[in-house]
């Protein structure tokens, strides 16, 4: 008997099957339905993207239930989504060389910098993505981390902005940024604060985000500085799931290779690190993110020194270094701290200098003086790209050459007798220099600091033993100063007039313009009985002749006629100037140097182990 229906064709002619078969093509046409009705929907497209900022709540503290993070989500809006004419925009803005200033027009939308996979792709390079973030009060860091990176012919970063301020100034420069949706302060909100904290958790649910993207992710803090390219290193390890820095003081290795980690003593720090996007290292980073979100009170970095010592050993199998770590299965590299150097590694032990490795990256940690103490030392590195009117003052520059005799330099134990002894032979050729600099409104280039005695917040014994740091040693000028005091805006009627300070390399910094290089003069202090003198400042030679024991009207004398030089540099400041005339100035420039130096810290066993 012929079918009737092709049902009964297919399912040899039995009715519960053609039952079964009906309501299955309804189903299917009731989706197609609205699968079509979806389409021309006009839903929030941004749903579909994921913004880092969107796991912290307004306020400092964060929500104490975990939830998982929403990789179905996450970077899935494909970029077909859009118009046309944004597509181009869009590809436009990934792919625009850094540097490029983008056309003259509106600022795009917020939604436009929102990170999504399309955005990574279009910046990696050999499946590597270099980010960092911040907010405006870093604006200048994070300028000089990205020319730093492109000199050295790296262009696969991203900026993660957390306020909106920094994101536009950024764009108008052509830097690749992305919106990480944090509504941070735009101001420096100070080490240890909680909105500190809330930055360093951000950092967490950023690599959270970046991994599931499939991409290789070198992430470092702000306040760092490359000078070497260091994707090849890094490709040396590609069994690793996670290269982390470290607060290693102390080398296990004299050359280039990993630390040996059953040596390394100090804190694994999360300023640098590199993360491959395997499973263990999304484990650890997912757990991590969930005891940070458990724990408002916890600090990023201990949070992962936690989990990565919860495991520790056996070594990965082989000569590159590793060591299985967190849950057993994670391959952890420690990088090693004479070429990856901290702010103690590079700036007080010169380590790569003295273990002839080229380092490849500075960390400005290990400083005492905020925000300001960090830039400063880049400075003395010449690591600091400033804009230039910071190397052409308007009101020229004083400098001078430091006198130290070669007792206090280096004969006798290095104790805390010699160090001060030191240390305050300095300090009074400087109070004479911010007196004249004071007097005539230069700024003053700051002498090279000579020490005996490291500097730390905990006792220790003069030096850390094991490290290779010389006695004297150059040493970083807020080991002696407070470089954050000393550039703050003090009320004039009561500290006298703010003096503006340089670094002491900045008269051999290359970006020193011509004009400044060339305009110079050399004050020669002499006797003056001596016929060698010459009290009309009359020039021999680029030099002039100055009596020692000036007055503050000699001073204000000499450096009127010379207004127009721009760099007046001493022979010496020794006996240079014989004092104020003007009492009332002299007691607000007193008031204001009394806060421009701090403690000494720490003596060993002895409370308080600082001395003022």
Not at 307 to 317: A, T
Request: proline fraction near 6%.
């Amino acid at each position: 008997m012929a079918a009737c229906s092709p049902f009964q064709d297919v399912y040899g002619g039995k009715p519960l099957f053609l039952a079964v078969y009906a309501t299955v093509f309804v189903g299917i046409l009731f989706s197609a339905l609205f699968i079509v009705s979806s389409l021309y929907s006009t839903g929030d497209s941004s749903k579909s993207i994921y913004t880092v900022g969107s796991w912290l709540s307004s306020s400092s503290s964060l929500p104490r239930s975990s939830s998982p993070l929403p990789v179905d989500v996450i970077g899935t809006k494909n970029i077909s989504a859009y118009p046309a004419d944004a597509r181009l925009s869009r590809e436009s803005f990934w792919t625009r060389a850094i540097w490029d200033l983008p056309p003259k027009s509106e600022m795009p939308d917020l939604k436009f910098f929102q990170l999504t996979r399309d955005m990574v792709a279009y910046r990696a390079k050999d499946n590597v993505i270099v980010v960092t973030f911040g907010n405006y009060a870093f604006m200048d860091f994070i300028l000089n981390w990205v020319k730093h990176l492109t000199d050295l012919n790296v262009f696969n970063l991203l900026i993660g902005a957390m306020d909106t301020k920094l994101l536009e100034a950024l764009y108008w420069k052509g830097i690749p940024v992305f919106d990480m949706g944090s509504n941070m302060n735009t101001i420096d909100v100070g080490w240890g604060s909680p909105t500190f904290h809330k930055m360093g958790r951000e950092k967490v649910f950023l690599i959270n985000t970046l991994l599931p993207f499939g991409y290789e992710l070198l992430l470092c803090d702000t306040d760092m500085v490359w000078l070497k390219n260091p994707l090849p290193y890094i490709a040396r390890f590609p069994e690793a799931d996670v290269l982390t820095s470290s607060d290693q003081v102390i080398p296990t290795i004299t050359d280039d290779k990993l630390e040996k980690w059953q040596q390394v003593t100090g804190a694994y720090n999360i300023g640098i690190f590199h993360w491959r996007p395997t499973n263990a290292s999304k484990n650890l980073a997912r757990e991590w993110k969930d005891l940070l979100v458990a724990n408002d009170k916890l600090w990023d970095q201990t949070g992962f020194n936690d989990l990565v010592h919860k495991v520790l050993g056996p070594s990965v199998e082989g000569e590159n270094g590793l060591v299985y770590a967190f849950d057993g299965s994670l391959k952890l590299g420690i990088l090693p701290a004479s070429i990856f150097c901290s702010g103690h590694t590079f700036f007080v032990q010169s380590m790569p200098q003295q273990l002839r490795l080229e380092p490849y990256a500075v960390h400005t940690t290990f400083q005492y003086a905020g925000t300001e103490g960090k830039r400063h030392r880049l400075r003395e590195a010449m690591f600091f790209y400033d804009e230039p009117e910071y190397y052409d003052s308007s009101g020229g520059f004083l400098s001078f050459k430091p006198s130290i005799p070669k007792a206090l330099l280096l004969d006798g134990a290095h104790n805390l007798e010699s160090h001060f002894s030191l240390v305050n032979y300095q300090l009074k050729q400087i109070r004479t220099a911010l007196a004249i600099a004071s007097l005539v409104n230069r700024t003053l280039v700051m002498p090279p600091l000579w020490c005996r005695l490291d500097r730390m917040w905990f006792g220790h014994p003069g030096i850390l033993e094991g490290t290779l740091t010389r006695q004297p040693f150059l040493c970083p000028m807020d080991h002696i100063f407070e470089v954050n005091v000393m550039l703050k805006d003090l009320p004039e009627e009561e500290f006298g007039s703010k003096i503006d300070f340089r670094e002491y390399s900045f008269l051999q910094n290359p970006r020193l313009p011509k004009q400044v290089k060339e305009s110079f003069l050399e004050v020669q202090l002499c006797d003056k009985q001596s016929s060698w003198c010459d009290p009309n400042n009359q020039t021999y030679g680029g030099a002039i002749r100055f009596p020692k024991h000036s007055t503050q009207e000699m001073i204000t004398k000499l450096f009127s006629i010379h207004k127009d030089v721009k760099v007046v540099e001493f022979s010496s400041m020794m006996d240079a100037f014989q004092g104020f005339s003007d009492k009332e100035r002299e007691r607000k420039f007193r008031n204001r140097i009394k806060r421009y130096v701090g403690i000494w810290c720490c003596v060993m066993n002895h409370d308080p182990g600082h001395i003022l």
